[in-house]
Structures are given as structure tokens and as C-alpha cells.
């Protein structure tokens, strides 16, 4: 026969559980953006976060920490307790690009982050000033080896993928560009616009509403096809250099490494909810993003491919000069 003490204890349990949980639920989850706000991945991040409160109950924050090329903020995360209360959005730069960079290789941040889920494709875009800028692929090139010291070009930060793409089309033309760096896409913009840099390297979603507009002239992409979203870009190969193209750039979900896999399957299955919904589609095209959801298995596949691809790509550069 069970005593007293054995039947209070579990009724004990019983009525505290439910105020225990819902203290628990009353602390935010936070989205670390290691860009500026206003581009892709801050767009990308809130489209999660303001669906994820509402399906887990939770209030989530998205909180921007940019700096170094997108690392920055990464490596916040990693350093993050393994819980689920701290995600983060990241790109190929910091995560595909810098640990495979043949000089001055940067940290592997794939060994202390995990990967929950991809969330959107977004094309990175060559753009110029239509007054101060070329008009086109071929005129940016003449014009960068006759101009002393060649043009300028910006780019979201350095060993990104806007960065380096742009390198290797450097390689392949013998184009003389001059790299300035910037903080994220927005402010990239900004610059040319004013025709502070006749040229930048931007992800599509900061530049496309003034390319509509008229103000920049997209010279190219630099994916190795065009962009649904945006079909009437022609690629930098259909503009004039052959064969050249990359994947098209993504914004993915993170967590720090050792976060317990049931947590990482949970928010990756409500993600790909989110993503599936009108509503996160339409945000995503007026971000001029496709939704490409890969649950954390496909995307961690994904990662690993393309970090192959990368690492191939930029032993052939010369990233010392």
C-alpha cells in the first residue's frame, strides 16, 4: 500500500508543474542577425520569428549584431547556451567561404554551430550608378583596366560570398576591382547611390526596388542561372563572361553545437510550417527571395557540399593582394 508521502509528492508536482512551465515559456527566444537590418537575413529572420512565437508561445526577439562579414554574430551564437533559446540566421560567407580561405583560413563555425534549417535562396547581384557606373558587364571591364587603379566595388564584408564572387570574376576577366567593405548590403547601397562606389556586390533584396526604379543598373547576377523572382536579370555568363556562376546565395537557421536534437527537430519542423504558409511566401518575394526549406539532415548535406565547391574555388585565388 502506497504511504502519504508516495500520493503528495506527485499531487505536489502535479500543481506546481504547469506555473514552472509557464515561467519557463515567459523568457524570449532570441535570433542573433549577423547583418545590418533591412537586408535578406533580417527579413529572413523575422519572417521565423513572428510565426515561431505564435506556435511555440513564446515571445521571440531578433537582434542584429553585424561585423566581420557576417562572423560576428555567429560566433555570439556559438558561444550561446545549447538550449533553443538562442538561434541565429547565417550565410555562406562566414560559415562556407572563411574556414576554407587558402590564406588566414578563419574559424570553422560549422563545428560549434548545428544546422536547424535553410530558409531562403537569394541571388547576390552586380550593380552599378547609372551616371558614375558602367552599363554594362563588358564596360565595367574595359573601363577597370584603363582606369588608373581600377574601379571600386563594395560588397557586404570581406570573404563573403558577394566579396569573393567578385574575385573570381576578376580572375576570369582580368578586371582591375578595388574592394571596400561594408557592413552589410544597406549600407553598400547607400554608397552608390550617392556615387561614392560606381560598383557593389549586394544581395538582390536591398538592391532590387531601386533597380525597378531606375537609380541602379544590375549589370549581372552571379548565380549560375537566373532568379525566378527576378527573371528579367541576366546572369554575369549571359552578360558577357562564359561559363562563370555560382549556387545562388541562402540564408539558414542555426543553433550552438551540443543543442539536444529533439529541440533542433522541433523548431526545424515548425520552420518548415512557417515556410510553407502564403504568408511567408509573400514576405519572401517582397524580400525578392524564393522559400527553399531543407529540414537539418538536407542541410547539413547542403553545407557540406557546397563548402567543397568553395574550398576548390579559392585555393585558384591570389587573397593576399
Known amino acids: 500500500m502506497l504511504s502519504r508521502r508516495a500520493l503528495f509528492f506527485p499531487l505536489l508536482l502535479a500543481c506546481f508543474a504547469p506555473s514552472a512551465l509557464a515561467q519557463v515559456s515567459q523568457k524570449p527566444i532570441q535570433i542573433i542577425v549577423p547583418f545590418a ?5 533580417d527579413g ?3 519572417i521565423v520569428a513572428n510565426e515561431l512565437g505564435i506556435r511555440l ?11 566581420a562579414g ?3 554574430g555567429l560566433q555570439v551564437l556559438a558561444k550561446s547556451p545549447a538550449d533553443g533559446d538562442t538561434l ?20 570553422d563555425l560549422l563545428r560549434d554551430l548545428v544546422p536547424v534549417a535553410k530558409l531562403i535562396d537569394i541571388a547576390i547581384v552586380l550593380v552599378a550608378n547609372p551616371a558614375t557606373g558602367p552599363k554594362s558587364v563588358g564596360e565595367m571591364i ?4 584603363a582606369t588608373p587603379g581600377g574601379l571600386t566595388y563594395g560588397s557586404t564584408g570581406t570573404n563573403t560570398s558577394q566579396h569573393l564572387s567578385i574575385e573570381l570574376l576578376k580572375q576570369a576577366t582580368g578586371a582591375k576591382l578595388v574592394h571596400v567593405p561594408y557592413r552589410g548590403s544597406t549600407p553598400a547601397v547607400v554608397d552608390v ?21 531606375g537609380r541602379l543598373i544590375a549589370l549581372g547576377l552571379i548565380d549560375g542561372k537566373r532568379f525566378p523572382v527576378a527573371p528579367e536579370i541576366p546572369t554575369i555568363a549571359e552578360s558577357g563572361v562564359p561559363g562563370f556562376g555560382r549556387a545562388s546565395g541562402f540564408i539558414g537557421l542555426f543553433v550552438p553545437a551540443g543543442t539536444p536534437p529533439p529541440v533542433v527537430k522541433r523548431i526545424s519542423h515548425e520552420v518548415a510550417g512557417i515556410l510553407a504558409t502564403e504568408a511567408a511566401q509573400t514576405t519572401a518575394r517582397t524580400l525578392t527571395a524564393a522559400t527553399a526549406y531543407q529540414d537539418d539532415v538536407v542541410f547539413a548535406r547542403f553545407l557540406a557540399a557546397e563548402g567543397a565547391k568553395w574550398k576548390q574555388a579559392l585555393a585558384s585565388l591570389n587573397l593576399s593582394n
Not at 508561445?57 to 561585423?67: C, D, I, M, S, T
Not at 547611390?193 to 526604379?213: F, N, R, V
Open 37 to 41: 537590418p533591412g537586408a535578406s537575413a
Open 44 to 46: 529572413a529572420a523575422r
Open 57 to 67: 508561445n513564446r515571445q521571440v526577439v531578433v537582434e542584429n549584431k553585424a561585423g
Open 70 to 72: 557576417g562572423a560576428l
Open 88 to 107: 541565429g540566421v547565417g550565410a555562406s560567407g562566414a560559415l562556407l567561404l572563411n574556414p576554407n580561405l587558402p590564406i588566414n583560413p578563419g574559424p
Open 142 to 145: 574595359e573601363r577597370s583596366k
Open 193 to 213: 547611390l550617392a556615387g561614392q562606389i560606381p560598383l557593389a556586390s549586394i544581395d538582390i533584396t536591398s538592391a532590387y526596388p531601386h533597380i525597378q526604379a
